[in-house]
C-alpha cells in the first residue's frame, strides 16, 4: 500500500506537531504548513529520521493564495493528498464588553476563515481523486460555552457547524469529515492568545498549563477517531458527559447546572486573589 499524504496547518508546534509526529509514525508522509519556517523545520527533520516523507511550506492560513500553494505542492511532488487537517487556530478571551472588533475579525479571520479556506481549496482536489478525508479541529468550546470567552466559542462552534455541513455536502464525493473537540490540554494554545483583560488570560492559562493530558494524547485519540471513521472526536470523557446532559436535559436544568459550576470557578479565583493579596 502506498504510504497516506497528510497536510496539517499549523503543524509546527502544539496539536499540529504531535499529529505531524503521529501520522509519521505510522508510516505517512508529512506536509507541515505554517507561519513558523525554523519550528516547521524541526518537525521535518524529526519526521525524515523516521525514513518517511516531510517537507515544510510557509502557510498563513489567513491567506488562501498560501493554502492554494500547499495544494499546488502536493499535487506537483506528491500526486495529491488523503487527509487535509486544519489544525491552525488561536485564543481570545474576555468580557464581551471589553473585546475589540479587532481581536474578534482576527479569532473569526485565523479560527474560522483559515478552516474555511483549508476545505474550500482541498474539495476538488479530494473529489478529482475520487475522495479523502477532511479534519477539522474546533474544540470543546464548540459545543460547551464558558464566559468571557465569546469570540473563541463562536469561532469554534462555527467549525463544528461547517464540518456538520460539509458531512451532508461531500458525502456523495467520497470525502469523510471528521471534526476534533478537544477540552483543554498541555499545548502552545494559551502562550499566543490575546485577552482584553489580565484575570481572562490568569484563568485560561491555568486551565491548560494544569491540564492532566499533553498534544500527544490529544493527536493520537483525534487520529484513531479519523481512521474509525468517526464524524465528532471528543477527546475527554467529562466533556462528553457535560455535552450529553446539554443534549438531552431541558436547556433550563442545564444552564443552571452551568451557573453553579461556574459561581464556583469565580469562588475559588476569588480565594486566590485574596489570598495573593
Not at 1 to 27: C, D, N, W
Not at 78 to 92: L, T
Not at 119 to 129: E, H, N, S
Request: charged share 25%; with cysteine.
Amino acid at each position: 500500500m502506498k504510504p497516506q499524504r497528510v497536510f496539517i496547518t499549523g503543524g509546527a508546534s502544539g496539536l499540529g506537531r504531535e499529529l505531524a509526529l503521529h501520522y509519521a509514525h505510522t508510516g505517512a508522509n508529512v506536509l507541515i504548513g505554517d507561519i513558523d519556517a525554523e519550528r516547521g523545520a524541526a518537525v521535518v527533520e524529526d519526521i525524515r529520521r523516521m525514513c518517511v516523507k516531510s517537507h515544510y511550506v510557509s502557510c498563513d492560513v489567513r491567506e488562501e493564495g498560501h493554502i492554494e500553494q500547499a495544494a499546488q505542492w502536493l499535487r506537483a511532488n506528491w500526486g495529491g493528498v488523503d487527509i487535509v487537517i486544519n489544525n491552525a487556530g488561536v485564543a481570545q478571551m474576555g468580557p464581551i464588553a471589553d473585546t475589540s472588533l479587532e481581536d474578534w475579525q482576527w479569532a473569526v479571520d485565523i479560527n474560522l476563515l483559515g478552516v474555511v479556506r483549508g476545505c474550500k481549496v482541498f474539495t476538488p482536489m479530494l473529489r478529482a481523486q475520487g475522495g479523502g478525508k477532511i479534519v477539522n479541529v474546533a474544540s470543546m468550546a464548540g459545543l460547551l460555552y464558558l464566559p468571557k470567552a465569546a469570540a473563541y466559542n463562536a469561532t469554534k462552534a462555527a467549525v463544528v457547524a461547517l464540518s456538520e455541513t460539509l458531512q451532508l455536502e461531500l458525502a456523495r464525493d467520497n470525502i469523510r469529515v471528521t471534526v476534533a473537540c478537544p477540552a483543554f490540554f498541555r499545548t502552545d494554545l494559551a502562550k499566543h492568545m490575546r485577552a482584553s483583560d489580565a484575570e481572562s488570560e490568569r484563568f485560561t492559562k491555568r486551565l491548560v498549563e494544569r491540564a492532566r493530558v499533553g498534544p500527544d494524547e490529544i493527536a493520537r485519540k483525534i487520529a484513531e477517531g479519523v481512521a474509525r471513521g468517526e464524524t465528532h472526536v471528543l477527546t475527554h470523557g467529562d466533556s462528553r458527559k457535560a455535552w450529553r446532559l446539554k443534549r438531552y436535559l431541558p436547556y433550563a436544568w442545564y444552564l443552571k447546572l452551568i451557573r453553579r459550576q461556574v459561581a464556583k470557578i469565580e469562588a475559588r479565583m476569588q480565594q486566590r486573589r485574596e489570598v495573593a493579596a
